[in-house]
């Protein structure tokens, strides 16, 4: 699966290797496009995935301020919820297109 802003492609990998959590697909950090994520400064907490971490997500002309989110340490019971580990995975804001 690819995730892309305009024509850029900000992430692609397998499905397999793809977690839904909530209705959302995270993709694991090393599917991530170099150089197209920076840390955002805006702050939120999930009762029960923890503190996630924001990004700018795309280069350029093409930038979505908080166009992604992770959780760098989910809290441990999570991973009960979700079925495994999906620490640094990263989902999208739906302005972010993603296409199989």
Partial sequence: ???????TVVAE????????????????PSSLTEG????SS???????????QYWNVGQGEDLLPDGGWSY??????S??????DYSGYVAFDPRITLSD
């Fill in 13 to 28: 990998a397998p499905v397999e290797d793809l977690v839904k959590i909530e209705g959302n697909w995270y993709f694991p």
């Fill in 79 to 84: 991973f009960d919820i979700v079925g495994q």
């Fill in 42 to 52: 805006t702050a939120y907490h999930c009762p029960w995935k923890g503190d996630a």
């Fill in 72 to 77: 760098p340490e989910p809290l441990k019971p």
């Fill in 36 to 39: 197209a994520f920076e840390k």
């Fill in 1 to 7: 699966m690819k995730a892309l802003l305009g024509q």
